[in-house]
């Protein structure tokens, strides 16, 4: 493949996959970058010669440089480093910062950090909310509505989110660590 089908190319699958993360029809892109429909679709198809008042149009319709366009596909690879994501302090030793930092629609996913002997209640949600801790490492009691249960590394517990329950690491010594998931039921079901 030559040079300029290798653009070609690249622009089609870089401006479908743009248009699609931003869920925009062919139509709606074109009303957005003043060109004509068919333009749009001559591009997705790698039969476009664009001009680069239209690639200018395109690129700054979806909130992107127009090397992002032509560019050879790459992976959508992103790393935050440990101090971009923001931890919180929570009851008594207690530290909680998210397993993602994106979010994640209906799911609450947090690491949790117990200090030895840190403790914190659970913040009850709404009825059919699921949640599941992991242990990840030392020991943590759970107790969930006046039940107690003791979890070690790899141990996981299941149990309603919308009844009282919280979280303590009874070792004095030594930290524990695990994941929260909370499952959340939507509202008004």
């Not at 680069?52 to 790459?74: F, M, Q, T, Y």
């Not at 971009?84 to 530290?95: E, F, L």
């Not at 799911?107 to 403790?119: I, K």
Request: net charge positive; with cysteine.
């Amino acid at each position: 493949m030559d040079a300029p089908r290798h653009v070609a190319a690249h622009l089609a699958r870089n401006l479908l996959s743009l248009r699609h993360a931003r869920t925009l029809t062919q139509d709606a892109l074109a009303k957005a970058a003043a060109v004509p429909r068919s333009t749009i679709a001559n591009l997705e198809s790698g039969e476009g010669n664009p001009s680069l008042a239209v690639l200018v149009k395109v690129a700054n319709s979806l909130g992107v440089p127009i090397d992002e366009l032509l560019a050879s596909p790459r992976a959508k690879v992103r790393k935050w480093a440990a101090t971009d994501i923001a931890a919180q302090s929570q009851g008594r030793g207690v530290t909680m910062r998210p397993l993602v930092p994106e979010p994640v629609p209906e799911e609450m996913l947090t690491v949790m950090d117990f200090a030895p002997r840190g403790a914190m209640r659970g913040t009850p949600h709404l009825p059919g909310t699921r949640e599941f801790f992991t242990c990840l490492g030392g020991q943590v009691t759970i107790f969930v509505a006046g039940d107690r249960f003791e979890l070690s590394a790899g141990d996981v517990l299941a149990f309603p989110g919308n009844v009282p329950h919280s979280y303590q690491n009874p070792d004095a010594h030594g930290a524990a660590h695990g994941v929260s998931v909370v499952i959340l039921a939507k509202a008004g079901v």
